[in-house]
């Protein structure tokens, strides 16, 4: 097992300074000058080109990598164009407001999902199985961003109950910390809970008439038992795919979320810097995402090694 | 000109009065301003970074909150003291001698003198650093200190718009300013207290602010939210008591939320215009562009889209500038008629082009385009219209690579040498749309270089008649900008540029 992840690890590492060189070319063939961008579109050229000389582009493209390349090695991710703040400084505050709604979601969607895929393929083609289907339907159609809006027409502005936008730190005020998290982490979640339910519903209805459910049941097994033991078990090998597909997809998914609730993660950073074009905050925000994609694939499959023990022997799963 | 100017339908701004430095809280109403509380703002786009003379739209409301400037304008453009307690300009107009107010203390505790305001334009006139404008310090030539409390400039020409520039000295500590972008060095009503990049910054009342008793406030918090119906919604929702950079499509919403009040900010600070490249078809031919002057509904895009806040213009000056002339201003009013004459006269029929725009620049700025397109598609011509990103249309807008660019301007407020001397659309080298003439050139230099009121103005009525003739830049109306608030929120005003002037604002509840 350990020789596994010790491979994965290795292989993160490639595809990481893979990711920055291709990081580093991409968002330079964007049209836009970002010293241009800085001075704005009035300035005379000889200010433009101060500029340019100062955010250090005027040095040939392979001696701007291997700079940057360099610093980063020692955890220096250069700073921003505009407000001359380390990029590691502004991840680092950006990124847990990030990571608390992108984990709130996955709860949350967790929470609604199992219970009520696993009802509806309990009892399938009835009332319960009609009304959740229809409606986790009904939840992937709907535009995330609307979804956010309704909830804070409703829970904001005529309840009153929760604000409409804006972050607390846990830390300074828990209370607060939570009521500013749940209508973003409710809204985020929507398309992930509805796809989760659905996929669940079909993983547990594919077990229940798996052979070694019947087996357990002949054998005496009381219902608890075998929906843990058995059931459970075998389709969350299945679900555990699907949720290392969605904790990416709801990474990707908050920065529309964090521009509608004013939620100050790194998502929001990262769409400013695009369009303002501060190269080394797009360069530092995009290899935290690679990063963090490749982790949380490398969690998933070494969840596989907790519910399949085919996996932690060392055979392949199969079927 | 505290007043909006001619022709205004705004459902009245009693509580407001613009371009007024010190006397809008006297002005305002009938109770003094009350001492305390906490202003809540919310903004689209959160503080770039500490830089004053880094003047963009992220900025505005941290400029004169955490500095000051030299002067400030009062409503008829005269020059008022703040940094600098008096001043002698020269005859010649080629020198300028102010003296500094006295015990005028930074937020680090140390006493400004006159090597700050030297250190202060010097980083100005720093290209490097990227000053929208650093063109109104290039013209002096020296900066003299002949005692600690005073300051000559000498002008490398005639400089009688000096007190723009003095207007935009935010005189630096040159101590605490080591790093500007990321750390604060003024002297003004607020100081920093806490800031956390895209989330929320706090200022706090200056307590040794030289202004007493202003200001009024304890301490103004801002926070971003990018989105603008999520802007709406939080204010409505009581969690903030003012916000501004909202589209104009939420000024009708706002406005009839009786807990709310809606204004402009201070009108002709920024203008709507329609850049025309003069090098290219169609727009080479002088009669094609005086036809699209004709044929822009201006009434229909202020009714429609600015909700009647701001006048219609086809002058880039608002009612009190030196350059204004009432009887020059709508010289082009709708007319398809003639529009189609002149098209004809042009031998253009049938003809099309493409506009650019960018709704993340201007967003209104798509609305104006379709009307314009609806009318010219009346007189047989097309106009495409294409959207693009910020970064492509500023990069289109500077290299002049475009038919029509749907643009902005601002300046327009200050003296119109300002304008005319950087303004991309206005300046007479390196213009965006390639116009060029010596007549024009010579006019504007002449006009940037004379003393006196009365041949300045004459001046510039000769460079109004050019541009009307010529039409390479089409105004179209002032930009609103506004700011919708609180009922408790009193003694709001703005200084040229539109920036805030945040220590006159109170709080009565």
Known sequence: MWRYVLGRVWQVGVVLVLASVAVFLLIRLLPGDPALVYAGPDASNSVIQSVRVQMGLNAPLVTQYLIWAHHALVGDLGRSFANDYPVIQLLEERLPATMELAVAALVLALLVSLPLGILAAVKQASLVDYLVTGVSGLGLAVPTFWFGFVLILLFAIRLHWLPASGYAAVTADPSAFLGHLLLPASTLSLPVTCALTRFVKTAFADILDMDYVRTARAKGLSSPAILVRHELRNALISVVTVVGLDAGRLLGGAVIIESVFAWPGVGRLLLLAILNRDYAVIQGGLLMFVTAFMLINLLTDVSYGLFDPRVRIGGAPTG | ?509
């Open chain 2, 1 to 509: 000109m505290a007043t909006a100017g001619v022709g205004v339908l705004t459902t009245a701004m009693p509580f407001v009065r613009w371009g007024v430095d010190g006397s809008a809280a006297r002005a305002v109403a009938a109770m003094p301003p009350k001492r305390g509380g906490t202003l809540r703002v919310a903004l689209p786009l959160d503080v770039a970074n500490f830089d004053p003379f880094y003047l963009v739209y992220d900025n505005f409301f941290m400029q004169r909150t955490l500095y000051d400037s030299l002067v400030q304008y009062d409503e008829h453009m005269h020059p008022v003291p703040q940094a600098a307690e008096s001043w002698e300009l020269a005859k010649d107009g080629r020198s300028i001698r102010i003296r500094l107010r006295k015990g005028l203390l930074f937020h680090s505790g140390r006493a400004m003198d006159a090597s700050d305001v030297v250190f202060s334009i010097r980083y100005v006139q720093d290209k490097s650093h990227g000053s929208q404008f650093t063109d109104l310090f290039q013209l002096i030539e020296s900066v003299e200190t002949p005692d600690p409390s005073t300051v000559v400039l000498r002008f490398s020409r005639p400089y009688p718009a000096v007190f723009d520039a003095l207007n935009l000295t935010f005189v630096l500590d040159k101590d605490a300013a080591t790093d500007l972008k990321a750390k604060p060095a003024g002297s003004g009503p607020f100081k920093l207290e806490q800031w956390l990049p895209g989330n929320q910054i706090r200022f706090v009342r200056n307590t040794r602010y030289w202004d007493s008793p202003r200001p009024y406030l304890d301490a103004i918090v801002q926070r971003t939210i990018a989105d603008p119906n999520s802007l709406a919604a939080t204010l409505q929702s009581g969690d903030v008591t003012m916000i501004w950079g909202f589209p104009l499509s939420l000024y009708a919403p706002l406005q009839r939320d009786p807990r709310l009040k809606v204004a402009p900010g201070l009108i002709g600070t920024n203008y709507y215009d329609l850049a025309l490249r003069v090098t290219r078809p169609p727009f080479d031919n002088k009669l094609f562009r005086q036809a699209i002057n004709f044929a822009i509904d201006r009434e229909q895009f202020v009714k429609t889209v600015l909700y009647g806040t701001v006048p219609a213009t086809d002058l880039p000056f608002p009612p009190g500038s030196l350059a204004y002339f009432p009887d020059l201003d709508r010289r082009y009013t709708y007319d398809l008629d003639k529009a189609r004459a002149l098209v004809k006269q042009a031998g253009l029929n049938d003809t099309s082009f493409t506009a650019i725009s960018s709704t993340q620049v201007i967003p209104d700025g798509a609305a104006l385009l379709q009307i314009v397109q609806a009318s010219l598609r009346q007189i047989g011509v097309t106009m495409t219209i294409q959207n693009v990103e910020a970064a492509r249309w500023t990069q289109l807008d500077h290299a002049g690579n475009f038919q029509m660019l749907m643009h902005s301007f601002g300046r327009a407020s200050y003296d119109p040498a300002t304008l005319f001397g950087a303004a991309i659309m206005w300046r007479p080298t390196a213009n965006a749309t390639g116009y060029s003439s010596p007549e024009y050139t010579r006019l504007i230099t002449d006009a940037a270089s004379t003393i006196a009121p009365a041949q300045r103005r004459a001046l510039y009525r000769k460079i109004d008649e050019l541009m009307l003739e010529e039409c390479w830049c089409i105004p179209v109306a002032a930009d609103p900008t506004p700011f919708a608030m609180a009922k408790s929120v009193e003694g709001l005003s703005t200084d040229r540029s539109g920036v805030p002037v945040l220590k006159n604002v109170w709080l009565s509840s």
